[in-house]
């Protein structure tokens, strides 16, 4: 089944995306990934993560937070473009999955398989993307 669900709040540019699947149990831990690491290998793996300028600010058990500034992706209203904002949820996320699935087994592949992103208000600040169990306490 799916690993998590979310919402996306855009009133201060937050993105919060609750992660309640049981799986995540397995996930409670970061073996020794910090965020400089992370952000390495997504700007190297996933170049459109560099141009955005998209950062990971912090990894802990369960949760994975992730900045990307407005200026790098303002569009046309300045305010941030959507489709940046659905990114940086996505690298989030995915960096919270490979990081759980890294802790579980060394043979397995993360890919997307759907994502839907639903804009209440433009975002008109840096954008920050929390992943994890703690967005589930505090849904946006």
Not at 81 to 88: D, N, P, T
Not at 128 to 137: D, K, L, Q, W
Request: aromatic share 4%.
């Amino acid at each position: 089944g799916p690993i998590g669900s979310g919402a996306v709040s855009l009133g201060k540019s937050r993105i919060a995306i609750c992660m309640c699947n049981p799986w995540l149990n397995a996930l409670d831990r970061t073996l020794g990934m910090n965020p400089s690491k992370l952000t390495r290998y997504l700007h190297e793996h996933i170049p459109l993560s560099g141009a955005m300028g998209a950062s990971i600010t912090r990894i802990e058990p369960l949760q994975v937070t992730a900045t990307a500034p407005l200026a790098q992706n303002i569009n046309h209203r300045d305010t941030m473009f959507g489709g940046s904002l659905s990114a940086l949820a996505i690298l989030a996320g995915w960096g919270l999955v490979r990081i759980g699935s890294d802790a579980v087994c060394t043979d397995h592949m993360v890919v997307i398989q759907k994502s839907e992103t639903v804009f209440r208000a433009p975002a008109q600040d840096d954008a920050v993307a929390e992943i994890g169990r703690a967005s589930c306490r505090e849904r946006v």
